[in-house]
């Protein structure tokens, strides 16, 4: 393992920690210090829903829109090596194809004609909870010695991924439901104003044609499993709600304002709440007195007080009305 790029790379992600760099512009500037630490000719870094480990955005080397479709197709067919769902539940959450890449229905289809023969996968995890992936791709394998060394920066990575989303305004977006109609190939059948608006409001980079990794992850996810998918998606103007229905021939994709719950649960994960915390949080909100969440959790009444303190202050919220406040449903 190179050890002195490595502890150069750990320290760079954690100055962009500091620097309150965006998720965006951070996974632009991984590029460069990714190669310090492992030579690659692809990248790609996505986040993900850590409640659903759906991919809601990438950043990367581009595809085109029949690519990306097919790769969301491959990956949740649920048939081929190193799926990113099953990483992000792994302890060893870094893998690469191996020896063998025409093994993989991906590397055959999309990746080998590239002239790419090898993909390093890791989920980008802490705290148990997923908040991207990385896909690094070269013409040559990679070594045991290269996969040590990502590994040993994906929990730094994930950090740094986290604190990016943490600066997302995390409220419910108030949007009137949108409808897209997609079928093969991502293509778009049909759509409502509202739904061809609210598309053009996910996060996409610029590099990739086509609908949103958002919306092709979960229409590909419905389509596979022949049943619904969701998916929640932080924007500039609040927490969006894509959910896919299978339909003959096609995916039914409708957006909406995200729920209460769902805000609450991703604005916990975000800030890191322990068990604990998360145990009293659930209880402030359903409106029990500390004296009553104490005898319910088997702790002393100032425990309770002491815990909610730090849940107000994680949060950034005053208090049990500013924690009911960002539990509540937007109007409209």
Avoid at 87 to 95: E, F, H, I, Q
Avoid at 179 to 204: E, M, N, Y
Avoid at 256 to 266: N, Y
Avoid at 288 to 316: C, F, N, Q, R
């Amino acid at each position: 393992m190179r050890i002195a790029a490595v502890s150069l790379a750990r320290g760079r992600l954690r100055a962009f920690t500091r620097d309150g760099t965006g998720a965006d512009t951070l996974r632009r500037a991984l590029r460069g210090t990714l190669h310090e630490v492992v030579a690659f000719d692809g990248y790609c870094v996505n986040t993900a829903d850590p409640a659903t480990l759906a991919v809601t955005s990438s950043v990367g080397d581009g595809l085109s829109a029949e690519d990306a479709s097919r790769l969301f197709a491959i990956e949740h067919a649920g048939t081929d090596v190193n799926r990113l769902s099953d990483l992000a539940r792994s302890r060893a959450p870094v893998a690469t194809i191996g020896a063998n890449p025409e093994r993989s229905e991906r590397m055959r289809a999309l990746f080998l004609p590239r002239g790419w023969v090898d993909e390093l996968r890791a989920a980008l995890t802490e705290c148990g909870r997923c908040w991207g992936y990385l896909h690094l791709f070269r013409g040559s394998p990679f070594t045991r010695q290269e996969v040590a060394a990502v590994r040993a920066i994906t929990k730094d990575l994930a950090v740094a991924l986290r604190e990016a989303l943490v600066r997302v305004p995390l409220r419910a977006a108030v949007v009137v439901p949108g409808v897209v109609v997609i079928g093969d190939a991502g293509r778009v059948l049909a759509t409502t104003t509202s739904g061809a608006a609210l598309v053009a409001s996910l996060p996409r980079d610029a590099r990739h044609e086509g609908l949103p990794h958002a919306v092709l992850a979960v229409a590909s996810q419905a389509s596979a499993n022949g049943a619904s998918a969701t998916s929640h998606v932080p924007t500039a103007d609040g927490l969006l709600r894509v959910v896919a229905t299978a339909e003959s021939n096609c995916a039914v994709v409708v957006i909406d304002r995200a729920r209460a719950r769902d805000v609450t649960s991703l604005t916990v994960a975000l800030r890191r709440l322990s068990s604990r915390e998360q145990e009293v949080c659930r209880a402030l909100l359903r409106g029990l007195s500390d004296d009553e969440i104490g005898l319910a959790l088997g702790i002393e009444t100032e425990t309770v007080k002491s815990h909610a303190k730090t849940v107000y202050a994680k949060l950034g919220v005053i208090g049990r009305g500013g924690l009911l406040a960002l539990a509540d449903e937007p109007p409209g």
